[in-house]
């Protein structure tokens, strides 16, 4: 890969601990000459233990994994910082302190069905993905405008929306009603999410919009496809393990591919939710990260919020699992009761794609082989610490997934959150009026 400095720059990843972050961070720091500063409250590791999720290989903790990659690369502009961002006030000194010109939020509850299991693990995403996120809209409106956000979203926003073109921008639609012709001017095409997790991402996507507007702001939102792959470039080789990425296979966390891949390895069934004809957005970890980084240098104009969709294929769960069976003669797969509630659709869906990241849609099908060798290849090496037990779906959609238990660390979690957010209302109506009296 050609190396280009992007510019001698600070780049801020909020959920820098995470699967995407961590890539995120490995890639800015090792590619540019920018200063990285990773932002994680490392809450994905508790959750984690609470539904049992293990790793493909165990992670360390962010000071000796950044350790790790200054004696390998022999640099030192990755660093971390511990925050929470529900905690506005700590939130406003870390982007004060570093000024970032980029902002990236990959700090998201991240698991749709970890959103399903319970009440409370609603409430959790709810509070994580979109109250965080306001805060940190918030905080550039206060801070410097000047800031570049770069929201992760997700194409699950439009999952239980049956339509044959996905637009980038806003759009004037017409419709039928009692016999009359009805039209609705520039609006975002609608968007319907078949759980708690995309529902917050739907939230977050119109927040984006409005703040850009409200406040001048320059924000991007990528609406993120499944992502799939164990490594990128920095940290494939077995001498660069110890800079491996969050790599989740279990039923809640982790990914249709890398489930797949998981379970072909150690000679498990490909277990297909449903008939598998169910068709997703994916995208490879190499991929969006470099898509990614193209984002930092789009031209933006103060007030604009720019929809990207980041995605590079699009294949029915079934073709997936067929295409990974490939590789193996004695692989088989299995159809079992979907736990989700997934629509099926009748429009083959059409999506467009940014100019600046266009390019990736070529040679689309050598990618994706490469991509699952890789994968195949990596997964296969820690193949011992796979746990079959903890691959199979324990949380149904149609089902109250209700628990009389809560952990210690939840309550002391929500107590804590709800102390949070008592702060912050007092003060809302004097950053408020702070914020419009500079306008």
Not at 106 to 134: D, E
Not at 269 to 284: A, E, F, H, R
Not at 314 to 324: D, L, P, Q, V
Not at 339 to 348: D, F, I, Q, S, T
């Amino acid at each position: 890969m050609t190396r280009k400095n992007l510019s001698n720059k600070t780049v801020m990843i909020l959920g820098g601990d995470g699967y995407l972050g961590w890539s995120l961070g490995l890639a800015f720091a090792n590619r540019t000459n920018n200063k990285v500063i990773l932002v994680d409250n490392l809450i994905k590791r508790n959750w984690e233990k609470e539904v049992n999720a293990k790793l493909l290989i165990p992670i360390k903790k962010p000071a000796k994994r950044i350790a790790a990659y200054n004696g390998i690369y022999n640099k030192n502009n990755l660093f971390f910082e511990k925050l929470d961002l529900l905690n506005k006030k700590e939130l406003d000194k870390i982007v004060k302190k570093y000024n970032p010109t980029v902002i990236i939020n990959a700090a998201q509850q991240p698991s749709a069905p970890f959103s399903m299991m319970n009440a409370k693990n609603a409430s959790v995403t709810f509070l994580n993905n979109i109250v965080g996120h306001l805060n940190v809209l918030w905080s550039i409106a206060e801070n410097n405008k000047n800031i570049r956000y770069i929201k992760l979203g997700s194409a699950g926003c439009y999952m239980d929306t049956d339509t044959n073109f996905l637009p980038l921008e806003k759009k004037d639609f017409s419709f039928n009603h009692n016999g009359k012709k009805f039209k609705l001017l520039k609006s975002f095409i609608p968007m319907q999410a078949t759980d708690f997790y995309h529902q917050s991402k739907i939230s977050d996507f119109l927040i984006d919009d409005l703040c850009a507007k409200l406040w001048k702001l320059k924000v991007i939102t990528v609406q993120q496809a499944t992502i799939f792959g164990a490594t990128i470039e920095e940290n494939h080789s077995v001498e660069n393990e110890t800079l491996s990425a969050r790599f989740n296979y279990d039923a809640v966390f982790s990914t249709v591919i890398n489930r797949f891949v998981c379970q072909l390895v150690i000679g498990h069934p490909l277990t297909v939710y449903g008939d598998g004809k169910q068709k997703t957005g994916l995208i490879s970890l190499s991929d969006s990260v470099e898509n990614i980084m193209k984002l930092t240098k789009v031209k933006l104009t103060p007030g604009e919020h720019t929809v990207v969709h980041n995605y590079t294929h699009r294949y029915s769960i079934e073709e997936i699992a067929k295409m990974i069976a490939k590789v193996d003669p004695n692989a088989n797969i299995n159809y079992i009761k979907n736990p989700r509630k997934e629509p099926e659709g009748r429009l083959n869906r059409q999506v467009e794609l940014h100019d600046s990241i266009i390019n990736q849609q070529e040679n689309k099908k050598a990618k994706v082989e490469t991509e699952i060798a890789k994968m195949i290849e990596f997964t296969g090496r820690h193949k011992d610490n796979i746990d079959q037990s903890i691959i199979m779906p324990k949380v149904l959609w149609d089902k109250i997934n209700s628990e009389k238990k809560e952990s210690i660390w939840n309550l002391k979690y929500i107590t804590k959150t709800t102390q949070i957010l008592n702060e912050s209302m007092k003060s809302m109506k004097i950053r408020y009026s702070s914020i419009m009296n500079s306008l």
